[in-house]
């Protein structure tokens, strides 16, 4: 998920099997994301996701633009899978549904 530091924002990660109809019953992934600008945190919110459909990932990655984080908490623990490289910051946070909140600190 790439996330660009500045205004507030929001967006919808969203998937299927890519190949047959079975999301019309309900078989996809849909999952809202809120981006929050706090002073010299970046919070991204995740909200509870919509569907049946079990995605294959067990890890989202997060490139964030135009921030620098020194840590990264998920759900209030600290992760230690970050890094930075040419400027722009990463962190690997283990999936474990429902996630609630990544907060990016300076």
Do not use: N
């Amino acid at each position: 998920l790439w996330v660009y530091a500045g205004a507030a924002g929001a967006c919808q990660l969203y998937f299927d099997d890519g190949e047959s109809t079975d999301y019309q019953r309900g078989e996809y992934f849909r999952w809202g994301v809120r981006l929050a600008p706090e002073g010299s945190a970046l919070s991204l919110r995740f909200q509870k996701p919509e569907g049946r459909f079990q995605p294959w990932f067990r890890q989202i990655r997060l490139r964030v633009y135009g921030f620098s984080p020194q840590a990264c908490l998920v759900d209030g623990q600290i992760v230690t899978q970050a890094g930075t490289s040419q400027g722009d910051a990463w962190v690997s946070p283990p999936l474990s549904l429902p996630l609630g909140e990544v907060k990016l600190v300076r």
